[in-house]
């Protein structure tokens, strides 16, 4: 079970917090690079618990928020046709496309579903052979093995009516890109924790050599982020750079390599639009030829148009950690959580709906 | 009986209305009002105030563990008369049943109504059933109202909680939520979670009859859970709220799930658990008569009730984290989970 009240522990915590505050030195921007890091941070208060030495600038880990708006409109594009089912991660209904989200979508009567795996939607397509049923495939190294693990049953059984609009990104190549752009310049990175469950420590090797810059993996709960941004914390006071582990009870060097070679059966690296980075080498996934019968896109002849952003959005912006949430002008105007006009105020992961929910200028 | 479904007959006004009503309803809610058969009931009332309220029962799936939409559909109008201080005590029950629909299973529910107004010492009253054709409602909705006098003694409101009060929470939070949550079609994971559903009233007079008008606020924390209930009262009382996260009792199979899931045990609906603002003087008396009722057994003090009011955070509700951190508990935006309850 993930929970475990002794990474919660209040001593711990203070006792980590009280040396965070004691390494000494000028203020560091460190990226948590992962969603559920942010939301993290933001609900146990670990800004608050800070100080002034540590500002933590939210990334580009949120899939919802990166996934470019054209995917969007394409899988909104497949919920119009007759005969299909889009079944979906429950994040994505409300991702405004460029003029309706899927949540409008089914009230007007396309059939939308929630799914909390692709193995539930493949079973949709099973008790459905009449009807076509699309999955979005959206997510990280993360969730990337268990759809292609989805795929590789339905080729197995021969099932015609299922396939999946990929829009799979791959963190190491967006950290290249963050590492490379200068004006968003961080002293450390907080690796995301669920991402290196599967491309292990290891995984994040090239991007440490081409960019040492001090990055820590981190867990999700207060202790597992306080002990992480404690290394950073000192491996930058003392001008050391490291890439190092600290989330041991689930990551390892190797990762999961049958997790790995399962994601690597059925994707294959691919240069991807990342809402806000722009075109990252090989930041995305495609279908590999053996598997491309289950391209939703080829099989629905419909193309992800890059399509502009919402006027006055700074997601782009805030996904880099070049702006912050209050910096934006639609942030708590015409963008809410009720309202969102951007991504990152509607998925759960996002920098600005953990901004608006959890008070970020507390 | 066994096989027998609903049929559109069954809702017609006719024979088959008349035989499903008096063969199964009648000697289930056995009252003598019911049994008059009118058109409504004719009540005595005391004199003074009383408290009315209405809810609808659309829970998915109607049977889970710790309960049904049955029990349910009474226990519900049963609480929010509770948290209005008042004692509740007639309820009207309309049925809208799905064409189809197996009349064992609504045998079992109906059971489960007439034992939760036993329980709850009210009686069902008055009622109707709708049949609607196959597809035009899913399975069976509930409506119940329900009436109850308040005490002269008694004055709850959500507006009445004033800086220094006390808040208290009558048990663990999220039982239900998650109860339904587990139960659902594919997400079947392996952990004994019952839903709370209970009635409040007895629990809501034991503390009335303690504190009396020292009870500022009742409250139980439905649709929305305890933050939407918190964010309320602070909103209304023009007040802040501050609790403390490692006061807040949530079960350890609750707490895990919800980890596990990513949801907020605050965020999540409970049936039979109740926030109580009270004046802080009598605090250890009221949490001690609470303690003497099963439904109490684990009331426990959650926060304060402080005057750091932000209108435009529509009230302010913060949480001291256990990690030793500060933030906003908002207001629930959109659904969490649809058809919880």
């Known amino acids: 079970m993930a929970f475990d009240a002794r990474y919660r522990d209040p001593d711990l915590c203070r006792r980590l917090s009280e040396r965070i505050r004691s390494v000494r030195g000028r203020e560091i921007r460190i990226m948590e690079v992962c969603g559920t890091h942010t939301v993290s941070v933001f609900r146990h208060g670990i800004r608050t618990i800070l100080g002034e030495s540590i500002r933590l600038v939210s990334g580009p880990g949120c899939p919802v928020c990166v996934t470019d708006q054209g995917d969007i409109d394409a899988v909104i594009a497949m919920a119009e046709m007759d005969h299909t089912i889009v079944a979906t991660f429950g994040d ?47 997510g990280f190294e993360t969730t990337a093995p268990a759809i292609a693990a989805a795929i590789i049953a339905a080729s197995e059984e021969g099932i015609s009516n299922f396939s999946v609009a990929c829009s799979h990104k791959r963190v190491p190549p967006a950290l290249e890109a963050l590492a490379a752009e200068d004006d968003a310049a961080v002293d450390g990175f907080l ?32 202790v597992d982020i306080l002990s992480a941004l404690l290394r950073l914390a000192e491996m930058i006071a003392a001008g050391s750079s490291g890439l190092e582990n600290a989330y041991g009870r689930a990551v ?67 996904l880099v950690g070049k702006a912050v949430p209050p910096d934006c002008s639609l942030y708590g105007n015409t963008c809410t959580p009720l309202d969102p006009v951007g991504p990152c105020m509607v998925s759960s992961e996002g920098t600005c709906a953990a901004y608006y929910q959890y008070g970020g200028g507390l | 009986m066994r096989d027998e479904r609903i049929l559109l007959d069954h809702g017609s006004g006719g024979l088959l209305s008349n035989r499903l009503i008096s063969e199964l309803m009648l000697p289930l809610f056995d009252n003598s009002f019911l049994s008059m058969q009118d058109d409504g009931a004719c009540l005595d009332v005391p004199a003074g105030r009383m408290a009315f309220s209405t809810d609808s029962f659309v829970v998915d799936p109607i049977f889970f563990p710790g309960g049904c939409i049955g029990d349910l559909a009474v226990n519900g109008t049963v609480n929010d008369i509770a948290m209005c201080g ?62 109850g006098y308040i005490p002269k003694s008694v004055s709850v409101a959500a507006g009445n909680a004033r800086p220094g009060d006390v808040v208290i929470a009558s048990g663990t939070l999220g039982d239900h939520g998650i109860a339904i949550l587990n139960q659902r079609e594919g997400l079947s994971f392996d952990v004994d979670i019952q839903s709370d559903s209970a009635p409040l009233n007895h629990l809501a007079g034991r503390m009335l009859e303690m504190a009396g008008s020292g009870i500022h606020v009742l409250r139980d924390p439905t649709r929305g859970g305890a933050a939407a209930a918190l964010n309320e009262i602070a909103a209304q009382s023009k007040v802040g709220i501050r609790i403390r996260e490692s006061s807040v009792p949530v079960a350890k199979a609750v707490a895990g799930l919800c980890s596990l899931l990513g949801l907020d045990p605050l965020y999540v609906a409970n049936e039979g658990k109740l926030l109580a603002v009270v004046e802080s003087a009598l605090v250890e008396k009221v949490l001690a008569v609470m303690r003497e009722d099963p439904l109490g057994r684990d009331a426990c003090i959650i926060g304060e009730i402080t005057g750091e009011y932000a209108p435009a955070q529509s009230g302010r509700v913060i949480m001291e984290t256990a990690a030793g951190g500060e933030r906003i508990v908002p207001m629930p935006t959109g659904e969490q989970l649809p058809r919880i309850c």
């Open chain 1, 191 to 222: 690796l995301p924790g669920h991402v290196s469950v599967v491309i292990g420590l290891n995984g994040y090797a090239d991007f440490f050599r081409k960019y040492p810059i001090p990055s820590v993996v981190a867990g999700f709960e207060p």
């Open chain 2, 86 to 147: 008042g004692v509740p005590r007639y309820l009207s029950a309309a049925l809208i049943i799905e064409e189809g629909f197996p009349v064992k299973d609504l045998a079992a529910v109906v059971q489960a109504m007439a034992e939760a107004a036993r329980n709850a010492g009210v009686l069902i009253v008055t009622g109707d059933t709708k049949v609607v054709p196959r597809g035009a409602a899913d399975k069976l909705f509930i409506n119940t109202s329900g009436v």
């Open chain 1, 92 to 138: 994505l209904m409300r991702v405004p496309g460029t003029r309706s989200s899927l949540r409008e979508e089914k009230s007007r009567g396309c059939d939308v579903r929630v799914v909390y795996s692709a193995a539930d939607a493949l079973a949709i397509a099973r008790a459905n052979p009449d009807r076509q049923v699309v999955f979005p495939g959206i």
């Open chain 1, 252 to 318: 390892t060097d190797n990762g999961n390599p049958r997790a790995r070679q399962v994601m690597d059966t059925v994707f294959y690296p691919v240069d991807s639009a990342w809402r806000g980075l722009g075109i990252i080498p090989g930041g995305g996934m495609a279908l590999r030829k053996a598997f491309s019968g289950f391209d939703a896109f080829r099989r629905f002849s419909v193309r992800a148009a890059p399509a502009p952003p919402p006027a006055g959005c700074s997601c782009g912006d805030i």
